[in-house]
């Protein structure tokens, strides 16, 4: 990974280990009709009654140079992550966000080469997190 990340790595390096601060998970699964490594990252709680849950609160992927976090957002609340304390860029991208064929969840594509964006997605994944829809 290291290789195909380049100036990404360090970044990317960071980024994972920001994700045990916010209580997630990776895991890495090959999916063979994109034939590419992705990984989900899960949140996992403990239910009123005592039983584990898990949600996906996003996924991530390795390209040549970057790595890219899609944060999946549901649609009926798509307004109160609009909302959100983010710059004018994500709420724009908010905005602009399609939905994606019948799912009732729209996809936010963040391409990370820097820490730059990290704020915005870690807020974005804290949000995720407090919705718990499976």
């Not at 601060?21 to 992705?38: C, V």
């Not at 584990?52 to 890219?68: A, M, Y």
């Not at 399609?98 to 820490?115: A, N, T």
């Amino acid at each position: 990974m290291e290789k195909a990340l380049g100036e990404a790595n360090s970044p990317y390096v960071k980024f994972i280990k920001e994700l045990a601060s916010h209580d997630i998970q990776l895991k890495w699964n090959y999916y063979k009709d994109g034939k590419a490594w992705l990984a989900k990252g899960l949140y996992k709680w403990t239910g009123v009654r005592g039983g584990q849950k898990e949600t996906t609160v996003f996924w991530l992927s390795i390209w040549d140079g970057f790595f890219k976090a899609t944060i999946y957002i549901p649609e009926k609340v798509r307004a109160d992550a609009y909302s959100l304390p983010l710059d004018d860029e994500i709420k724009q991208m908010i905005k602009d966000s399609k939905q994606m064929g019948k799912l009732k969840f729209f996809p936010l594509v963040f391409d990370l080469y820097s820490d730059q964006m990290f704020g915005a997605v870690f807020s974005l994944i804290d949000y995720r997190k407090s919705i718990k829809i499976i």
